[in-house]
């Protein structure tokens, strides 16, 4: 069974700069795709990124250019890296491992983001 733990929430200034650590408690497997979602209040819950175990990665439009996500492979985590970061960046961010055949999704608990000044 895979179990994520989310870090590195907590209240930034706009144009500031957060990382996010997901530590998996389990093995990820060559299939499974790494992702990062955000969900702020009254919204729906929405792709911020995806990274494959190959090491492709895929960005939501409006995080292109200031987002990052990478894997820490010793320690079995994967991370997001939040620069330049803006006041409609705030929500609650969510790692999640979709692992396909059959489809399985496993989530974190959610970390809070808020950019305020």
């Known amino acids: 069974q895979v179990q994520l733990v989310e870090s590195g929430g907590g209240l930034v200034q706009p144009g500031g700069s957060l990382r996010l650590s997901c530590v998996v408690s389990g093995t990820i497997f060559s299939i499974d795709v790494m992702g990062w979602y955000r969900q702020a209040p009254g919204k729906q819950r929405e792709l911020v990124a995806t990274r494959s175990s190959g090491g492709r990665a895929n960005y939501a439009d409006s995080v292109k250019g200031r987002f990052t996500v990478s894997r820490d492979i010793a320690k079995n985590t994967f991370n997001l890296q939040m620069n330049t970061l803006k006041p409609e960046d705030t929500a609650v961010y969510y790692c999640?491992?979709?692992?396909?055949?059959?489809?399985?999704?496993?989530w974190g608990q959610g970390t809070q983001v808020t950019v305020s000044s």
């Open positions: 999640n491992i979709h692992r396909p055949n059959p489809d399985r999704d496993y």
